[in-house]
Nanobody, 126 residues
Framework: EVQLVESGGGFVQAGGSLRLSCAASGFTFDNYAIGWFRQAPGKEREGVSY???????SYEDSVKGRFTVSRDNAKNMVYLQMSALKPEDTAVYYCAAFQGPEVLLLLRLRSLYDYWGQGTQVTVSS
């Protein structure tokens, strides 16, 4: 059974930090890029950060310089270190697995992802 399970969300004050984890199982993790997406109430789900199967990373402008994505293929884990959090970062955060040409143009397309986690809530207070 394919599973992506996010954890590490919570409540934090503006300027604080959180580390999200994404645990993968049931598929060949090494062959997949992983994307982090988020969805705030009343808004569309949007991309945050992407890490390719070879470890190459990309970030959307809204989080660049504040978030860091990493992966541990030995543990089938992906992490999203979030720092300098802002109230506008409040959202449910999802990790998703993508297999295909690992170019940013495609990594940004939610519809191309094969598997999704259930999400973890991040709330940043002002």
């Amino acid at each position: 059974e394919v599973q992506l399970v996010e954890s590490g969300g919570g409540f934090v004050q503006a300027g604080g930090s959180l580390r999200l984890s994404c645990a993968a199982s049931g598929f060949t993790f090494d062959n997949y890029a992983i994307g982090w997406f988020r969805q705030a109430p009343g808004k569309e789900r949007e991309g945050v950060s992407y890490i390719c199967s070879n470890g190459t990373t990309s970030y959307e402008d809204s989080v660049k310089g504040r978030f860091t994505v990493s992966r541990d293929n030995a543990k089938n884990m992906v992490y999203l270190q979030m720092s300098a959090l802002k109230p506008e970062d409040t959202a449910v955060y999802y990790c998703a697995a993508f297999q295909g040409p690992e170019v940013l143009l495609l990594l940004r397309l939610r519809s191309l992802y094969d598997y999704w986690g259930q999400g973890t809530q991040v709330t940043v207070s002002s």
